[in-house]
């Protein structure tokens, strides 16, 4: 995030505090309550290791389905995107059948990363993913099962 200020410079906001206004936006809840993320160690001072929970869109094979990733932020982030990776099984045409890492190269989120992105942009597209056309319908892993 950078902050605009006069005479055509700006400031860009550090790692550690957009990482805390993300924190503070993730435990506030987001939107219709179906894209939630947190820490996954209160006690990481480096703020690295998040766990997103995304429950699948309506009208799709992913209805009612809680699938929960893991998003690990660098020490790049957010100059560079955070590994994302689905510990729910999940088959979509980004996401790798073997790992669940979600792949840049066909998810333009993190392909075409911005620096204003958040992770909870990043949840939010999966979700639209989700129920984009070619992923609508895929048959899907066992519930309950993970990578």
């Given amino acids: 995030m950078t902050l605009g200020g006069s005479g055509g410079s700006s400031v860009v906001v550090p790692r550690n505090f957009r990482l805390l206004e993300e924190l503070e936006r993730g435990e506030k809840g987001i939107g219709d309550g179906t894209v939630s993320y947190g820490m996954d160690d209160g006690d990481d001072i480096y703020m690295r290791s998040w766990t997103g ?3 699948g869109p309506h009208n799709t094979v992913h209805e009612g389905r809680i699938y929960q990733l893991k998003l690990f932020c660098d020490k790049d982030y957010p100059d560079k995107p955070p590994s994302v990776r689905f510990h729910s099984r999940v088959n979509m045409t980004c996401v790798n059948p073997d790992t669940g890492l979600v792949d840049p190269r066909k998810f333009q989120v993190l392909g075409n990363w911005q620096r204003e992105y958040m992770m909870e942009y990043i949840l939010t597209q999966l979700k639209k993913e989700m129920a984009a056309s070619q ?3 895929l048959v899907q ?3 309950g099962s993970f990578f």
Avoid: G, H, V
């Fill in 53 to 55: 929970t995304i429950i």
């Fill in 135 to 137: 992923n609508r319908k």
């Fill in 141 to 143: 892993p066992p519930e």
